[in-house]
Every structure is written in C-alpha cells, then in structure tokens.
C-alpha cells in the first residue's frame, strides 16, 4: 500500500499486520498423545498377560483364578504410565508449538512496525517532493521559454551561443521530467478500474514505448497466452508501469539485445501474472528489494521514483511486484494484479 493511501492509525495498522500474519497460520493439531500412551499401555499389559498365561504362568489367590483381575491391575497400572508419558510428550510438542507462534507474532509485529515507519517516511518524503516540486514547476518553466526565445532570436552564426542555449533546454526538460516524476509520486492514486484484455494493455504499452524516452525501437516478443481472463484496473496507470518497466530494459539491454513480454494465468491465487525480461546485466540480489524504495537508483542521472511509482500503482491494485533472475542471464520483473472476478469475488 502506498504512504498516502491513508492509513494513518498505528494500532489499527499494527494490529491488522498481526491478524494478517495469525490467519495465514495453520491449524493446530490436537494433544493426542496421552491417550494413545493410555491405550498403548492397557494393550501392553493384556498382551502381557495373554503372554504369560500361554507360557503356564498361572494367577491365583486362595485357590481362586486372579487372571482376569492382574490383568485388569497391569492394564490400569500401564495405561497410567502411558498416559503421563503422553502427557509430558504433548507439553513438550505444545511449548515447542507456542514458541514458533510467539517468534511468529513478533515477527509479524516487527514487519508491522517497519512498514509503518517505512509509510510515515514516504508520507514525509512525499509531502516535501510535493511542495518542492510546486515551487520549482513554475520557475523551471519561466525559464525555458525565456532560454528558448533567446536561443530562436540569436544569429545562425553565433554556434557556442545556439548550443548552450538547446543545452539549457534540455537540463530543464530533464528537471521538469524530474518535478513531474516527484509529483506523481506524491499525489494520492485516483484509480477508475474497468476491464480490459491483456493484449489491449500490451498494445497500448508498446505504442506509448515507442516514443524518444522509451524502448527506442528495440524489438520485443509478446507471449500471451490462450484464454486468459480479463483484468479490472486502471488502463492508464497499468500501462504507465509497463512503459516504464520497458523503457528500463531497453536501456539495460546491449544493441543486439532482447526484450520478452508475457501474461501467463496464475491458478495459485487467481490471478494473471505479467512478465518484463531483458538480456541486461540483471539485478544484483542485494539490490532486488532497494530498487523499489523512492529515490534509489544505480543509474546516473536517474531518479530514483520509476520503480517506486511501479510499485504503488501496482499495490494500489491490490498486487505485488518483483524483481528477479530471467533464465539465461537477465533481468526479470514480475507483476502479479487480480482478474476482474478475483476482485469482484474479493469485493
């Protein structure tokens, strides 16, 4: 979930982190132990004697047959040891079973407490980009039209000045593509969802990646698969991720290099499962989870808020995003969204 999403109660963020974590543990047998120890000692006792009587031993008290009596004062003496034996084997399998739940609760707490400090920095970190990119937007664009109106009115023979006045241009495009980029990531998601084919998706995707800041003419195989279902979401914004997961392979990847996109169904969860792989250098392990955190990056000159969006669009969807290994070398991220009757199931 996203920090601006607005779940601002501690307790109730804490503690839905905590029954979140309870309900995925599963049932707990029950201590049955002391009573086959029971049983297994009565058996023990009866076989016992059965044993004992066919080998000639005989029970007698006053001249009367006690068989049935002795076997009856075994079978109670070791259902009773069988029975305590169980017992103290059940408490020890029962204080194991409380420890694995204790340590599972609080680790459920300690990742409650670290997304909840991790939402209350984004929501710090968001309100700042907010305000600095308002008070930066207007000035940037003071200045590049002021930059390219002197750039138009200089003479064709003044080439240093021509040339730094296009420079100026573009290190405000690029700043400008920077405050968008801060804004985007700190404006709460307004997501209108309606159904869509996957393939419209990836249609539409790959028309947008086409474009100068996008997966510049690379080559890219689309897997789909046969009947999949439709999705429920934000056209707009899922095609946003996609586009920009593209434009990241396509720098990542050599000239000779390869891009994949494919939507597979998921049977586990009831879900569609869609894949962005590249033939780059991949992502270092160390690195898989950081990516996603706003403003890292490995890239010079990048900064740092593509994936972090991608991640909020897609769990605002009620999804999950990766980043893995493609097999053969690469990099592969992953997003998993709902089908349309997975949500409306889990509406």
């Known amino acids: 979930m996203d920090a601006f999403g607005g779940r601002t109660n501690r307790e109730r963020f804490a503690s839905a982190s905590v029954d979140s974590q309870a309900s995925r543990t599963p049932a707990v047998p029950r201590d049955t132990r002391r009573w086959w120890g029971a049983a297994a000692g009565a058996l023990l006792a009866v076989v016992d004697t059965l044993g ?166 690379v080559p890219v195989q689309q897997r789909v698969a046969a009947g999949l279902p439709r999705l429920e979401v934000d056209a707009d914004l899922v095609c946003q991720v996609l586009v920009d997961l593209l434009a990241n392979a396509a720098e990542a990847i050599s000239a000779d290099g390869n891009i994949t996109l494919e939507a597979r169904a998921t049977d586990r969860d009831g879900g569609l499962e869609i894949r962005v792989a590249d033939s780059g250098p991949g992502v270092p392990a160390d690195l898989r989870a950081r990516i996603f955190e706003p403003f890292f990056t490995t890239r010079p000159g990048g900064t740092g808020l593509g994936l972090a969006v991608a991640r909020q669009i897609v769990e605002a969807h009620g999804g999950r995003i990766a980043a893995g290994d493609r097999p053969g070398g690469g990099a592969c991220f992953t997003v998993w969204l709902p089908t349309a009757a997975s949500a409306r199931a889990a509406a």
Not at 77 to 99: E, H, K, M, N
Not at 139 to 159: F, K, N
Not at 192 to 206: P, Q, S, Y
């Open 52 to 217: 004992l009587a066919s080998a000639g031993v005989t029970f007698s008290m006053s001249g009367r047959d006690v068989t049935l009596l002795t076997c009856g004062y075994f079978a109670i003496s070791f259902a009773t040891l069988g029975f305590l034996i169980g017992y103290v084997l059940d408490l020890r399998r029962r204080d194991r079973r409380s420890a694995v739940l204790v340590e599972a609760q609080m680790r459920a707490i300690d990742e409650a407490r670290a997304r909840l400090a991790q939402s209350e920095k984004l929501a710090a970190l968001g309100q700042l980009a907010a305000t600095i990119a308002h008070e930066v937007r207007n000035p940037l664009a003071v200045i590049r039209s002021a930059a390219q109106d002197i750039g138009e009115h200089l003479p064709p023979s003044d080439e240093d000045a021509r040339r730094n006045s296009s420079f100026i241009t573009a290190e405000i495009d690029r700043l400008t593509s920077v405050v968008s980029s801060l804004l985007a990531f700190a404006r709460p998601l307004k997501i209108e969802r309606r159904e869509v084919a996957v393939a419209d998706l990836f249609e539409r995707a790959l028309l947008l990646g086409r474009r100068p800041r996008g997966v510049r003419q």
